[in-house]
Nanobody, 118 residues
């Protein structure tokens, strides 16, 4: 069982920046994919960014060029640097971990609120 703890959310004005952190309870080099999802009120949860154990990254079109995902295996932490924030980025952001072997296991953090004011 992997436990994930997010931090770094808060209130920021449009155009500002925030950095989210996700601390894992075990070595993340053993986790195949880590990612950030978000869920706005009345909307489905959506993928924001993901990073594999090999460092491959992918992003939602809506955040490309503004958000950067990274991982620090030594600290068992994944980060999401969010720049040029927009009001439509307002959501609860969730950390996600996927381990593919020996079987698929998916883990979620409790979420952290990000609010961007206009």
């Amino acid at each position: 069982q992997v436990q994930l703890m997010e931090s770094g959310g808060g209130l920021v004005q449009a155009g500002g920046s925030l950095r989210l952190s996700c601390a894992a309870s075990e070595n993340i080099f053993r986790i195949n994919v880590m990612g950030w999802y978000r869920q706005a009120p009345g909307k489905q949860r959506e993928l924001v960014a993901g990073i594999t154990s090999g460092g491959f990254t992918n992003y939602a079109d809506s955040v490309k060029g503004r958000f950067t995902i990274s991982r620090d295996n030594a600290k068992n932490t994944v980060y999401l640097q969010m720049n040029s924030l927009k009001p439509e980025d307002t959501a609860v952001y969730y950390c996600n971990a996927k381990r593919l072997t020996p079987s698929l296991n998916i883990y979620w953090g409790q979420g952290t609120q990000v609010t961007v004011s206009s």
